[in-house]
């Protein structure tokens, strides 16, 4: 029998603020079901986005300026997804233009780093090229495992944590960071972006799952115990192995 395919072309915002993130090109789609099964994670429905997008059309896009008044003082994200494979440079969630030591663009990224497979999420403001990067455990190299990560962003510091790892020189890292991010003025490259970001120096589809994103506008870190007890109340405390 012929086993089917299942794609995401649009993963509804659940805020309520109609922020859906979508990809038009089927090629680039990531999986929900796959070879005729759901794709999942913790047992639960999860979206597969290896192996999938181009360096035309990649990850899923909202239409979602993160920084619409020109800056983004503050923000926290909250992921649960599973780094299948390390063997290139997977962006979790992105905004902005391309990140570059070299080019000054603005934004951020979230990306599992092929050297050693370790998560680093790099910030950038507007017309500066220098780059601020966190790495939540310096050794994180367990692909085959599902994790949870936080992030805290403020003009003072720019905080990250795998849940239920403490150990690591990084587990818990607080660096200071530029005053400001700013999204370039390129139409394209502007949104906040899940699975994927627009660095074409990299192939930087995410290779692996992610079953949830959660971001907010503001410095919530003293609301990171009630989310984080949310999340692993629904899928699990993840592994303490880095």
């Given at each position: 029998s012929h086993k089917t395919d299942g794609l995401v072309e649009t993963w509804y915002d659940q805020s309520?603020?109609?922020?859906?993130?979508?990809?038009?090109?089927?090629?680039?789609?990531?999986?929900?079901?796959?070879?005729?099964?759901?794709?999942?994670?913790q047992s639960l429905a999860?979206?597969?986005?290896?192996?999938?997008?181009?360096?035309?059309?990649?990850?899923?896009v909202t239409d979602y300026d993160i920084s619409s008044d020109g800056s983004l003082t503050d923000y926290s994200i909250y992921a649960a997804f599973d780094a299948v494979s390390v063997v290139t440079r997977g962006v979790l969630i992105s905004s902005g233009k391309a990140i570059s030591g070299s080019t000054a663009y603005g934004g951020f990224?979230?990306?599992?780093?092929?050297?050693?497979g370790r998560i680093e999420i790099k910030h950038q403001?507007?017309?500066?090229?220098?780059?601020?990067?966190?790495?939540?455990?310096?050794?994180y190299v367990k692909a085959d495992d599902y994790k949870i990560l936080r992030i805290n962003y403020n003009s003072s510091s720019l905080l990250?944590?795998?849940?239920?790892?403490?150990?690591?020189?990084?587990?818990?890292?607080?660096?200071?960071?530029?005053?400001?991010?700013?999204?370039?003025?390129?139409?394209?490259?502007?949104?906040?972006?899940?699975?994927a970001?627009?660095?074409f120096q990299y192939v930087d589809s995410w290779q692996g799952l992610i079953s949830e994103v959660i971001m907010f506008e503001d410095d919530i870190r003293s609301d990171n115990d009630d989310i984080v007890n949310n999340l692993t109340n629904f899928y699990g405390q993840p592994s303490s192995t880095p």
């Open positions: 309520g603020n109609g922020r859906d993130a979508s990809q038009g090109t089927a090629a680039s789609q990531p999986f929900i079901v796959q070879n005729g099964g759901q794709v999942k994670m999860s979206v597969n986005f290896a192996g999938r997008g181009s360096s035309s059309a990649r990850g899923l990224d979230v990306s599992m780093d092929s050297s050693g403001t507007n017309g500066n090229a220098s780059l601020t990067t966190v790495r939540p455990i310096e050794t990250s944590k795998f849940v239920n790892i403490t150990s690591g020189s990084l587990a818990e890292d607080t660096s200071p960071v530029l005053p400001k991010a700013r999204t370039s003025s390129y139409a394209d490259a502007k949104f906040l972006k899940i699975g970001g627009f660095t």
